[in-house]
Nanobody, 127 residues
Framework: VQLVESGGGLVHSGGSLRLSCTTS????????IIWFRQAPGQEREGVSCINRHDGAKADADFVEGRFTISIDNAKNTVYLQLNNLKPEDTAVYYC?????????????????????WGQGTQVTVSS
């Protein structure tokens, strides 16, 4: 299984970015994709997740409607649209995937259940 991320960058406060995570190697559709982020000196935290087979989603409270996760099954790609970015959103964003725990709010706190990870993409928001 491989996950390849893209789409990070540097934006001003209030700006937008779209992150992509393309998966390959899964033999069934019963898996979840989850975005985590980690800022320097801080613990990793879950952002949003989505199920490949039914599109069920969950978001962390801090998303506050600013971020939207979506999936294009034909392209095996999950997107994370980041709008109204704030300096505190600055972090390395990782996508992860797994079959043990499908997407639910609790998934955002269970990074240990997702064995497959991308390389990470840097998001930097300047004030």
């Amino acid at each position: 299984v491989q996950l390849v991320e893209s789409g990070g960058g540097l934006v001003h406060s209030g700006g937008s970015l779209r992150l992509s995570c393309t998966t390959s190697g899964f033999t069934s559709d019963d898996y979840a994709i989850i975005w985590f982020r980690q800022a320097p000196g801080q613990e990793r935290e879950g952002v949003s997740c989505i199920n490949r087979h039914d599109g069920a989603k969950a978001d962390a409270d801090f998303v506050e409607g600013r971020f939207t996760i979506s999936i294009d099954n034909a392209k095996n790609t999950v997107y994370l649209q980041l709008n109204n970015l704030k300096p505190e959103d600055t972090a390395v964003y990782y996508c992860a995937a797994g079959t043990v725990r499908l997407c639910a709010l609790a998934s955002l706190y269970a990074d240990y259940d997702y064995p497959h990870w991308g390389q990470g993409t840097q998001v930097t928001v300047s004030s």
